[in-house]
């Protein structure tokens, strides 16, 4: 089709110019190598961090549960390192970390209406299934059929009497976890899967890219595997919306609704 025509006086007239989606356009769309890398640059560290460094180094502390607090520190290191992560390759593309360029290169945007274009309003109301089957996920007993491994479970640590014990009254602690929170559904995991490589995945995977995701974000769940299943249906969740809507906002919220129930149980044990 011509970019241009002259109509019956003459005159030129140029044809619209159709504008790529916020965040498309100058985003870089990654090979298979380079996402299958930069996962191993995610899990494989948060791995290592919880099976190997975290045992080690809990041999070596003094005082109550050293195993819970040597993991607790080294998944926070682990999930501030994929916040950094992600600022290394977003300024690598853009050369710029304004928030201007962040807000457009991690889809940090208002979810957009595939069809009509609309940005925002009622469009939000799509939290509300994804939230509910986000907190389904934890009644479907099929999805919970590996049993966690009790040493690094969170859960099963804060409902031990010595979790509770080390809990009450622990501020510094409890400053730690939401440190651990903050960075794992808002910094850290939904930044780099939603944020970075959703919207840079489709050039490999084509429109399947949102499953691809999925199933790369269950698999990097190397240092509790026992979530894995769960987190396969999340794909459902986070990254379709995420992607169908271009809003990594959407797969933040959804994913943190569950870690603001987490603070909220930690903070009642530290009131105790």
Not at 33 to 55: E, H, N, Q, R, T
Request: some cysteine; charged content about 15%; hydrophobic content about 55%.
């Amino acid at each position: 089709m011509r970019a241009e025509e002259q109509n019956v006086t003459g005159e030129v007239e140029r044809e619209p110019t159709v504008q790529a989606p916020p965040g498309e356009g100058q985003s870089e769309q990654y090979s298979l190598a380079k996402i299958l890398g930069i996962w191993a640059a995610a899990a494989l560290p948060m791995g290592a961090l919880a099976w190997v460094v975290a045992p080690l180094v809990a041999d070596w502390l003094d005082g109550p549960v050293p195993l819970a607090r040597a993991l607790i520190g080294f998944l926070t290191v682990g999930l501030i390192w994929q916040f950094l992560l992600v600022m290394v390759l977003v300024y690598r593309e853009r050369g710029s970390l304004r928030w201007e360029v962040l807000k457009d290169a991690l889809w940090l945007q208002s979810p957009r209406s595939p069809r009509s274009g609309r940005v925002g309003g009622l469009i939000w109301l799509v939290l509300i299934p994804c939230v509910l089957l986000f907190a389904a996920e934890g009644f479907i007993p099929v999805l919970n059929a590996i049993p966690p491994v009790a040493s690094h479970d969170l859960a099963t640590f804060v409902q031990s009497e010595a979790g509770k014990e080390f809990l009450s009254g622990n501020w510094v602690w409890y400053a730690v976890e939401v440190v651990l929170v903050v960075f794992n559904t808002v910094l850290g995991e939904e930044l780099l899967f939603r944020g970075l490589l959703l919207p840079r995945m489709k050039g490999a995977f084509g429109r399947w890219d949102w499953v691809a995701n999925g199933v790369l974000f269950a698999c990097y769940h190397l240092h509790m595997p026992w979530v894995i299943p769960t987190a396969l249906v999340d794909t459902f969740a986070l990254s379709y919306p995420s992607r169908r809507y271009r809003s990594a906002l959407i797969g933040i919220i959804v994913h943190s609704s569950q870690s603001v129930v987490v603070l909220i149980l930690l903070l009642l044990l530290v009131l105790q």
